[in-house]
């Protein structure tokens, strides 16, 4: 496959300021990134969308259409409004819970063809945390980063590999968008979110509990709570 950075693996430096997180692990690096037609076949087969609760999928900063770029690659909609875009600044924080465990091998991240230099210009993404927000999200030490490329053939979404160790037995997924490929104050743009793998089984159902209703304490920008996909028609 040519060397245009398309389906390469993207790595940071060791880490990130503060947050402790790194591309690099003990267990080993992260595959090496799939050709042409492995990614191709990726998206045909391996595609974790009907696994994806979409009803509790939840974003900080986005202006409340996140479940909407999680739908399969080919039902994307691109040339419309942003459908996942940063409101306050750069950040976006995007909670992406599982209805079965699943073992992720690749993430795909799609921003707005037009306008490149909205695209996220890096990912950090947690395992299993239900903690994460803006207030820790410096602070903690994230599961694998990758800095994240352009678009360069729009037809075939641009996959990262994931440490397969650390992608085990997934219920939730937090992904963090730091900044953009502009490096200004502009807002982040998404168009596509993907997740690849296989599942795995079954989580326990939840234990009912009735919690009492009041704000929680975060800062200015708002929590948005995405609703069911079917209220976009999906």
């Not at 691109?78 to 091998?105: H, N, W």
């Not at 799609?110 to 996220?120: L, V």
């Not at 079954?202 to 209703?213: G, L």
């Amino acid at each position: 496959m040519a060397d245009d950075g398309h389906f390469h693996q993207h790595h940071g430096a060791e880490g990130h300021s503060g947050c402790g997180c790194s591309t690099h692990g003990t267990d080993g690096h992260a595959p090496p990134p799939p050709t042409e037609e492995e990614a191709r076949s990726l998206l045909q087969q391996s595609n974790l969308y009907p696994y994806i609760d979409l009803s509790r999928v939840t974003a900080l900063n986005d202006g409340g259409a996140a479940s909407r770029a999680l739908v399969p690659y080919h039902q994307r909609r691109p040339g419309e409004t942003y459908l996942c875009r940063s409101v306050a600044d750069q950040q976006l924080i995007i909670v992406v819970p599982f209805s079965v465990t699943v073992k992720i091998t690749h993430i795909g991240v799609t921003g707005p063809a037009a306008e490149e230099a909205r695209w996220p210009a890096t990912m950090r993404a947690y395992v299993n945390r239900d903690d994460v927000d803006f207030a820790t999200v410096e602070q903690m030490a994230c599961t694998q980063s990758w800095e994240l490329a352009g678009p360069h053939r729009p037809e075939v979404e641009p996959l990262y590999a994931t440490r397969p160790a650390k992608f085990q037995n997934v219920q939730r997924v937090t992904l963090f968008f730091p900044g953009n490929l502009s490096g200004d104050d502009g807002s982040t743009a998404i168009e596509h979110i993907g997740f690849y793998g296989k599942a795995t089984g079954y989580r326990r159902a939840p234990v009912a509990a009735v919690y009492e209703a009041r704000p929680l304490a975060t800062d200015s920008r708002s929590r948005v709570e995405v609703n069911h996909a079917s209220q976009y028609g999906l």
